[in-house]
């Protein structure tokens, strides 16, 4: 099980052990270029744009180019190797993938961020639930089921919908 960034080392274990698993279970998790689409979605930027752009454009660039030593990294993580790692990762074969995604009508996209203007979180919300789609294509047996209240941390705010995900991988 995996939520977020978290779904590239669930990805990357399957990929390596698959001797070891018997099915995974992505939780609303990121896909390799959603730093880049994120980006693509806001508008092109300004010299005096608003600080909620700035903060998301820095959050974007963070997503698709940290290499982790930046002191403001404070996860130190290599997202860029990372991704490429990822993406380089054969795909889940037949092995059973239920991926689990936020309410498409949650507006929030991402705790803790400043509100994007409608527009803007509109096409931003609509990159990720493409992106989480496209997921899919990881395996031959795939699900994926959207959560009915919950937002991206979908294990707190529904987790029996995680526990029928596990149940439902026991029975494939």
Known sequence: I??????????LYAAQYPQDVVGVVLLDSAHPEMGDRLLSVLPPKTL?????????????????????????DTEGVDIVSSWAQVKAAPELGDLPLVVITRNPQNPILAAGMPDLPEEINTRALQMWQQAQKELLDLSTHSTQVFADHAGHYIQGEEPLLVD???????QA
Request: glycine share 10%; net charge positive; charged share 30%.
């Open 2 to 11: 995996s939520v977020g960034r978290c779904g590239y080392i669930v990805r």
């Open 48 to 72: 005096f744009e608003p600080l909620t752009l700035k903060a998301w454009r820095i959050y974007g660039e963070y997503l698709a180019r940290s290499d982790g030593a930046n002191p403001k």
């Open 164 to 170: 029928e995900a596990l149940k439902r991988l026991r």
